[in-house]
């Protein structure tokens, strides 16, 4: 994977395949500690503590075509190889909840890479299912909800070309308010 | 700075445009969006369908993701499903093969024969 954007786009697959039917995304910048902390969150069907507790083996999966599955795997492998940590937990029928933190200033920290891309794409794939994203920095906050656009819409599908291209647009702005200046691939 | 009054105004605008769509091809784009797929480079892919197709204002194609298709080796894979339900496969997908596809495939029914997952396993016999 080449930056955080195509791991969060990995784990929200993960969960609409456990029939969420909420997903949030929250990017924290820790900036006193250097931290970024990445964390999704979502209310699918979740996991019992045996397969949890082996989730992180990349010959765990929940897949019938094959016996591997590396998307968790890679994305604890991302965390830990920039100094950082990740942390899964999961309750069965209630969710799950998936955390890495990044070192910012590590060599090998990932950029954050095309996140409204992602965000925009998915939340137009996955119509059913309610998207939160959440940004923060120190004091400042940049809150998405798909649900509220949808409603702004009327009956204007999510999918429409100009919609997305209205939330690249709107969730790249806050992007850039939020993370301009903490994180140095965005310059804002 | 964005805000969300203008998503009223892409309303006002889009809506008609919807209700003036009597032509539906009902054609579906779907790209395979597991880890194989995202590590292979699915997002370029689906990325260059999106702007393909509203380039050519075919706003009634829609483009969605999937989860794993089964042929790993092969991704990035795109199938295209007919308003019939007839479905083509076509396997490791670049942006500049998403083009194609968009002009000869969606917009004048032609398969593209070499870049389908029927060739691909041809010549790897």
């Not at chain 1, 500690?33 to 979740?46: F, R």
């Not at chain 1, 400042?140 to 100009?162: C, D, I, T, Y």
């Not at chain 2, 197709?53 to 007919?82: H, N, Q, W, Y």
Request: charge should be neutral; include cysteine.
């Amino acid at each position: 994977m080449r930056d955080i954007s195509l791991h969060i786009l990995d784990i929200m697959q993960n969960s609409t395949a456990a029939k969420s039917t909420l997903i949030k995304v929250t990017i924290q910048a820790e900036t006193q500690i250097g931290l970024l902390d990445v964390i999704i969150e979502d209310n699918g069907c979740g996991m019992d503590e045996e397969f949890l507790s082996n989730v992180t083996n990349p010959f765990s999966t929940t897949r019938t075509t094959r016996k591997v599955g590396l998307g968790i795997p890679l994305f604890k492998a991302s965390a830990e190889q920039s100094g950082g940590s990740f942390r899964i937990t999961s309750r069965k029928g209630i969710g799950t909840v998936v955390k890495s933190s990044y070192v910012i200033d590590h060599m090998d920290r990932p950029p954050l890479g095309d996140i409204a891309g992602v965000m925009a794409d998915t939340a137009a794939a996955y119509q059913a299912v309610e998207f939160q994203l959440v940004l923060t920095s120190g004091n400042k906050q940049f809150n998405f909800n798909s649900r509220e656009v949808e409603q702004r819409l009327g009956g204007v599908p999510l999918a429409e070309f100009a919609v997305v291209q209205w939330l690249r647009e709107y969730i790249g702005e806050g992007l850039n308010e939020i993370f301009g200046g903490v994180l140095n691939e965005i310059v804002s | 700075m964005k805000s969300l009054a203008e998503l009223e105004a892409i309303r006002n605008k889009t809506l008609d445009q919807i209700k003036m769509r009597t032509n539906k091809s009902g054609k579906r784009v779907v790209v395979g969006m597991a880890t194989c797929g995202i590590a292979a480079g699915a997002r370029p892919v689906m990325n260059a369908f999106t702007e393909e197709l509203a380039k050519r204002k075919l706003s009634d194609v829609s483009v969605t993701m999937t989860g794993c298709i089964g042929v790993c080796r092969l991704e990035p894979i795109v199938e295209i499903f007919d308003a019939d339900g007839t479905k083509v496969t076509y396997v490791k997908m670049t942006a500049e093969k998403a083009a194609r596809i968009v002009s000869e495939h969606i917009v004048n029914g032609r398969v593209c024969q070499d870049l389908t997952i029927g060739a691909a396993e041809a010549e790897s016999k």
